[in-house]
C-alpha cells in the first residue's frame, strides 16, 4: 500500500493550515511596521540607462516539460501572473546605492490586480495559489544580480528545490507578500529589463561596467531537487488542500484569434483554421443594426466569440468627434491602444499562441500581452519603420506637401512592432511588397476579387486615380503627368493636398460608375494598404499601372513601376495608351 498520500493527507489539514496562515500573518505585520519605518524606495523608468551596456543576463525557461494534462493549466497561471509582475519591474531604473524591492515594485498581488492561479510550492506540494509562480521572477532577478556583482541585501531559499530551476543551483531567491521580500543594491545606477519569449523567461540588469568578482559569478553546487506533488494530479483527493475540480472546469491549450476591421481575405483564411477548443475576440460582433460597422466576420458556428463592446463603441463614437480636429493617424493610435487594453483582458489564461491584427500588435506587445505564447500576425501595412522611410523619400520629393507629414508613430511603438514582428511565427496577408518582406514566414493569401463585375467602356478617353488627391497616394506624380501629356483625368477621394491642386489640369467628375470611360487606371502611390478599387478595376478588366507598393503582383494586366520614379510612370503610361488606343504615339 502507497502510504505517501496518506501522510501528505496527515501533514495538510485546517490545523496545520491554520498554524501557517497565524505564522503568515505575524511575519506580514513586522514587515509591515519596519517598512513604515523605513520604507525601501520606489524607483521609476527614466530612460537614461536605456540602450546602455549589458551587465548580465539570466534565463529561464517558462514552460515545465514534465506537466501533465491535469496540471499544465497551473503552469499557464504561472505565466500570466508572470506577464503582470514583469510589467512593474520592466524598464526601472536604480540610482547608486539605493535598494532595488521585489514588493515595492510589483505590490500586492491579488486577482484585483490581474493575477490568476498558479503553482506554488507549499510543504512539499504544488499548491493552485492567486499569483502562484512569481519566484520565477524573483529567481532570475537575483540570478542576474549575482553575475552583475550586485550586493545581495535580503534573500531567502526556497525550502524545496524543483527540478530544472535556479534552486539546483542555489541561485533562487522566493518571495512571500509582504514579508519574504528580495533586495539588492550596486554602487552604480542600474536599469532591469524583463522580456517574456514565447518559450522563456528573460532577465537583462544594464548600467556601468561590472567590476570582476569571479567567486560571485561562478554557478554553485547543485542542490539535490524535491519530489513534489502538484493537487490536480496527485490522484489524493481526500487532502485537505486537493482544489474541487467541479469548482472551475480546466480548458485544454487554445488559440485566440485578436480580430479587428473585417478584410474579405481574412474572413476566408480564418474559416479554414479556427476550431472548436479556440477563442475569437473583437470590440463588436457586428449584427443587426451594428452589422454596417467593421467587424463583419463570418466564423464557424461552434466558434466561441469574446466582445469588448463598450471599447468599440467608444472608439467609434471618439473617431467620428475627434477626426476633424487631430491627425488621423495618430487619433487612430490612440484609440487603438484602448482598444487594445480592453481586448487583452478577455484573452484566456490557457491561450498558447494567438492570431493577431497588426493595428493592435505593438500595444499588445508593449502590454506583455503575447509573452510566453507564439503568435502570428494578419498584416495590413508595412512596418511602422519601413511607412516612416517610404514617407520621407517622398517628403524629399515633395518638401512643399502638407500631408507626407502626417502619418508618425512614437519611437517606442516602432520598436515594440519592431520586435514582435521579429518574435511573430507567421505573418499573414494579401499585400505582396509586405509578403516579400517576411518572405522566409509569411503565409500568401489572394486578394479577393469583387464577385460582381464593374461596367466599363469598352475604349475610354480618361484616366483614372483612385484615391485622394494627398502626396502619398503619388498624386504629384500624376499631376505632372496630366500636365505633360494632357490627360483628363478621375479622381476618386475627398481629400486633398491643396485647394488649387488641380488647377492646371482637367479633372472629370467622378460618376455612379467610376470606371465609366475610363482608358487607364494610374495609381503611382507610395502607400496602400487595401487596394480595394485597383480590385474593382482589375474585375472590370480595365489596365493599371501602379507601383509595388499597392499590394498587387504583376501580370498582363497590372504593370508595376518603381516607386518615386516618375519617368518609368511616363513611359509605361505612354505605352499603354498608344497599344490600347491604336496610336502611333502619346504628345
Known sequence: MDIKPLLLAEK??????????????????????????????????TGMLKGTEVLSVSESDLWNRDDNAQNWVLTAGKIENLRVASRTIHGIEVPAGEVFSFW??????????????????????????????LCQLS???????????????????????????????????????????????????????????????????????KQSNAELGEIGTPMVTSILNDCYSCGNTACFKHPNRSAHELEAAMTTYVLDGYWPEYDIYLKSVVSAPDRVVIPIKGTGLLRPFKNRWSLPVHTRVKTSAWAGLKRMLLFRLWRSRKNVFELHLYLDANLAMAI?????????????????????????????????????????????????FAKGLYPDSPTLTDFRAPQDLIEAESKALTQARRIITPHEEIADLFANKCIRLEWCLPTKKATSALV????????????????????????????????VGKAIEKSDFWERVTVAPSGIDPFADIALVVYPTYIEHQPRLLLKAVAAGLPIITTPASGLAANEQVSLVPIGDYEALKMAVKEKLIRSNGLDRVD
Not at 105 to 130: Q, W
Not at 351 to 357: F, I, K, N, P, S
Open 12 to 45: 495538510h489539514n485546517a490545523i496545520a493550515e491554520a498554524k501557517f496562515w497565524f505564522k503568515t500573518f505575524w511575519f506580514t505585520q513586522k514587515r509591515r511596521l519596519n517598512n513604515m519605518i523605513s520604507p525601501p524606495p520606489r524607483h521609476v523608468n
Open 104 to 133: 515595492r515594485h510589483v505590490g500586492r498581488p491579488h486577482k484585483g490586480a490581474g493575477y490568476v492561479v498558479g503553482r506554488e510550492i507549499r510543504e512539499g506540494c504544488i499548491v493552485p495559489t492567486v499569483a502562484g509562480g
Open 139 to 209: 529567481n532570475a532577478l537575483y540570478d542576474a544580480a549575482l553575475k552583475a556583482n550586485f550586493t545581495i541585501v535580503e534573500r531567502h531559499r526556497h525550502t524545496k528545490v524543483i527540478k530544472g530551476s535556479l534552486a539546483e543551483l542555489d541561485r533562487d531567491a522566493t518571495v512571500k507578500w509582504n514579508y519574504v521580500d528580495l533586495r539588492f543594491k550596486a554602487h552604480h545606477a542600474f536599469r532591469i529589463e524583463v522580456e517574456l519569449t514565447s518559450d522563456r523567461l528573460v532577465v537583462r540588469i544594464l548600467g556601468a561596467p
Open 344 to 392: 487583452a483582458k478577455h484573452i484566456p489564461v490557457e491561450c498558447t499562441h494567438l492570431v493577431v491584427v497588426q493595428h493592435l500588435l505593438p500595444f499588445l506587445w508593449k502590454e506583455g500581452v503575447l509573452g510566453g505564447r507564439t503568435f502570428d500576425v494578419l498584416m495590413s501595412r508595412l512596418p511602422m519603420e519601413r511607412l516612416h522611410e517610404r514617407l520621407d
Open 460 to 491: 475610354g478617353s480618361k484616366i483614372l486615380f483612385p484615391a485622394s488627391a494627398l502626396g502619398r497616394k503619388g498624386a504629384y506624380e500624376l499631376r505632372r503627368l496630366a500636365e505633360e501629356l494632357g490627360l483628363s483625368v478621375v479622381v
